[in-house]
């Protein structure tokens, strides 16, 4: 089975590192200052002149209140108004992007991410979409992957009847814990209730996938108050569900600061609350997808990682990989072929660059030959567990082991660990190998030496 699961205590000790979870290869932080907008322009005419399929991500970087936890790209501010010069450069930006490409081209995929993007009036939600349809060729037929985060405590039920008006079909609800003494030490109280009452709106719409977000490890959580919010999440029923790893990293991000180091579970009290919850969720029909992620059995991901078609971009695991991905708002990140490019995080970088009608990419890369070949190794064990040499060795014209060489020893000491089964055909990662198979595409990861890895968190 593919979601067979194995927990192994002393595997997890000695491979528990820390790394990248690979949402590209290369990732994230090889983005440099030498790629911009004009090799933007470029990728979007290659774009065009394949009639490739689109899937979009919109950033709306505004939260109401700050969780100390987050990480994310985000302006915490009440004032509501502070939306509205953003969304006029937005809409500059979904001009300009859109003018190089194919009405032709369907977006098969959206994603309004945050921030919270619920904090935009229901006005101003009608707009954005306005603007967006009237530049893309979105469908109107329900058949695209179309979702959106939200902030159950800014949101009702006449906000999930306008997002489903709009076109979307899947929510992304934020939970964490549901124990108010967590809750107090990472400033997001919210009920159960409110969750609840989102979930129940968007199953009378109709809306096609519901997802919840988890955190184990934040300050104050303790294994058997985790279980509880695990169980009580649950009978809610969603169709998925991403249990994260909180990574402490209060040198890199403001907000955690504020988080007491010593209200933090000690390392084999998160081991615990993960094992629980993964025999939780395994007990209640769960499939380990991989990399946090768990789904329904008759969950579009679960049956794309049974047909072997299951992939990973920026958006995380996907079904949509082949479309080209194009990242609008501050902070967005673009995937175009074998260009990855970033907009500027800084909110007033990004509004002054394209108040000068210019577009805002900051800093980006251009994959070669050796991206492209580990990106592919990586995309398959990360996806799939399994890595056949022969589809690697077709696809771009090579030995595996020849080129692959000077791995081999790691790769056998994984073998032998039980982390992997290795022979002169194929890399399967193991049941007890699968919670850690970041660990295993960090052998192939040629940039990872160069780094502080400090950078990533923890692979559990």
Sequence with gaps: ?????????????????????????????????????????????????????????????????????????????????????????????????????????????????????????????????????????????????????????????????????????????????????????????????????????????????VNLDLIYGLPKQTPEGFARTV????????????????????????????????????????????????EQLTNAGYRYIGMDHFALPDDELAIAQEEGTLQRNFQGYTTHGHCDLIGLGVSAISQIGDLYCQNSSDLNTYKETLSSAQLATQRGLLCNQDDRIRRAVIQQLICHFELEFEQIERQFTLDFRGYFNALWPELQAMHRDGLISLDSKRIKVLPAGRLLVRSVCMVFDAYLGLHNRQRFSRVI
């Design 1 to 209: 089975m593919l979601d067979d699961l194995r927990w192994d205590a002393d595997l997890i000790r000695r491979y528990d590192l820390a790394g990248p979870r690979y949402t590209s290869y290369p990732t994230a932080v090889q983005l440099h200052s030498e790629v911009g907008s004009f090799d933007l322009l470029h990728a979007l005419r290659e774009s065009r002149r394949a009639v490739r399929p689109l899937s979009l991500y919109v950033h709306v970087p505004f939260c109401a209140n700050i969780c100390y936890y987050c990480a994310c790209n985000k302006v915490i501010t009440k004032d509501r108004a502070r939306a509205l010069p953003y969304l006029q450069r937005l809409e500059q930006e979904i001009q300009l992007i859109a003018c190089h490409l194919d009405p032709k081209q369907k977006v098969e995929q959206l994603h309004f991410g945050g921030g919270t993007p619920t904090f935009l009036s229901h006005v101003e939600l009608r707009q954005l979409m306005a603007s967006l349809r009237q530049h893309f060729h979105l469908l109107d037929d329900d058949s695209g992957d179309y979702g959106i985060e939200i902030d159950p405590r800014e949101a009702d039920w006449s906000t999930m009847g306008l997002l489903r008006e709009l076109g979307f079909n899947r929510v992304s609800l934020g939970v964490q814990d549901l124990d108010p003494v967590v809750q107090r030490a990472v400033n997001r109280l919210q009920s159960l209730e409110q969750t609840r009452a989102l979930i129940e709106a968007a199953r009378t719409l109709q809306f096609r996938s």
């Design 231 to 278: 169980e009580e999440v649950i009978r809610l029923q969603p169709d998925r569900l991403s249990v994260f790893n909180y990574a402490h990293l209060p040198e890199r991000f403001m907000p955690q600061r504020r988080i007491d180091s010593n209200d933090l579970p000690a390392p084999a009290a998160k081991l615990e609350m993960l094992h629980a919850t993964i």
